[in-house]
């Protein structure tokens, strides 16, 4: 009796081990209560579990190592930009520290606020394909050509990025950091909740950023001076709950070093 009691507890376990679902269950057939038949078979399959585990442990850390060294390579070359683009320099940088603090105040999730943070570092890689003229540009006299390109930034980021799937929502945010909720924006014109929360938090991040940064045709705008500013996008351009959340964590928290 036993030893059939045994076989089917061990087959029903063989069959979860099959499955994916590992437990300690397997341990209680190894006892001398069973014949030393199931015995032999459990520890055979319990050494067997302990190395599969040990292999997807393994793996998985070589997928982070992977997804790391990855990122780090494409962050190398948002960085880049800086050595065409003295504005860029620190930008990415600054709008990922700025939509961290946000989402953080705004209450999401561990994971999400770190998929916002890299949102906002990546936000604008797609500027690696301007032109020249576009980074030699040192007035505000914008052209239709030179509209389209910047336009186009968006676009070209998300094609840049789409086949690093571990991003994940990621790689929306950064798609849509310039789409605007009255549905003027680019590069696809959504409008309101059609629009991701990440990518509105990155546009608020960004347009702060830019508003405080030196130009070449001119000097940035004090915090104060750049709050009072969003606070009239909001609700036309930017989401007016994401603004006020922003408003908060600069008057409490100060600006990016």
């Given at each position: 009796?036993?030893?059939?009691?045994?076989?089917?507890?061990?087959?029903?376990?063989?069959?979860?081990?099959?499955?994916?679902?590992?437990?300690?269950?397997?341990?209680?057939?190894?006892?001398?209560?069973?014949?030393?038949?199931?015995?032999?078979?459990?520890?055979?399959?319990?050494?067997?579990?302990?190395?599969?585990?040990?292999?997807?442990?393994?793996?998985?850390?070589?997928?982070?190592?992977?997804?790391?060294?990855?990122?780090?390579?494409?962050?190398?070359?948002?960085?880049?930009?800086?050595?065409?683009?003295?504005?860029?320099?620190?930008?990415?940088?600054?709008?990922?520290?700025?939509?961290?603090?946000?989402?953080?105040?705004?209450?999401l999730?561990?994971?999400?606020?770190?998929?916002?943070r890299?949102?906002?570092?990546?936000?604008?890689?797609?500027?690696?394909?301007?032109?020249?003229?576009?980074?030699?540009?040192?007035?505000?006299?914008?052209?239709?050509?030179?509209?389209?390109?910047?336009?186009?930034?968006?676009?070209?980021?998300?094609?840049?990025?789409?086949?690093?799937?571990?991003?994940?929502?990621?790689?929306?945010?950064?798609?849509?950091?310039?789409?605007?909720?009255?549905?003027?924006?680019?590069?696809?014109?959504?409008?309101?909740?059609?629009?991701?929360?990440?990518?509105?938090?990155?546009?608020?991040?960004?347009c702060?950023?830019?508003?405080?940064?030196?130009?070449?045709?001119?000097?940035?705008?004090?915090?104060?001076?750049?709050?009072?500013?969003?606070?009239?996008?909001?609700?036309?351009?930017?989401?007016?709950?994401?603004?006020?959340?922003?408003?908060?964590?600069?008057?409490?928290?100060?600006?990016?070093?």
């Amino acid at each position: 009796m036993a030893w059939l009691e045994g076989h089917d507890e061990l087959l029903r376990i063989i069959k979860e081990v099959a499955s994916g679902k590992y437990s300690g269950e397997i341990l209680e057939l190894t006892g001398p209560g069973y014949p030393a038949e199931i015995q032999e078979l459990a520890e055979a399959v319990g050494l067997m579990m302990v190395k599969i585990e040990a292999r997807e442990f393994h793996l998985e850390q070589l997928n982070e190592r992977i997804k790391a060294d990855t990122l780090d390579t494409v962050t190398a070359v948002a960085e880049a930009l800086a050595a065409r683009d003295a504005y860029t320099e620190g930008h990415g940088e600054r709008v990922g520290i700025y939509a961290e603090r946000l989402a953080r105040r705004l209450n999401l999730d561990r994971e999400e606020v770190e998929l916002i943070r890299i949102a906002g570092i990546l936000h604008d890689i797609g500027k690696i394909g301007f032109s020249d003229l576009i980074f030699s540009n040192e007035d505000t006299r914008i052209n239709e050509d030179m509209m389209l390109e910047i336009r186009s930034h968006p676009q070209w980021g998300h094609d840049i990025l789409k086949n690093l799937r571990f991003l994940g929502p990621a790689l929306d945010y950064v798609y849509a950091h310039h789409e605007r909720l009255d549905g003027q924006g680019y590069p696809r014109g959504l409008e309101g909740d059609e629009i991701p929360l990440g990518a509105r938090i990155l546009s608020v991040a960004d347009c702060f950023d830019a508003m405080t940064t030196d130009r070449p045709y001119q000097k940035g705008k004090t915090p104060q001076e750049a709050l009072a500013i969003l606070g009239k996008l909001a609700g036309a351009a930017l989401d007016p709950d994401v603004v006020d959340a922003f408003i908060e964590e600069i008057e409490s928290g100060g600006m990016a070093d």
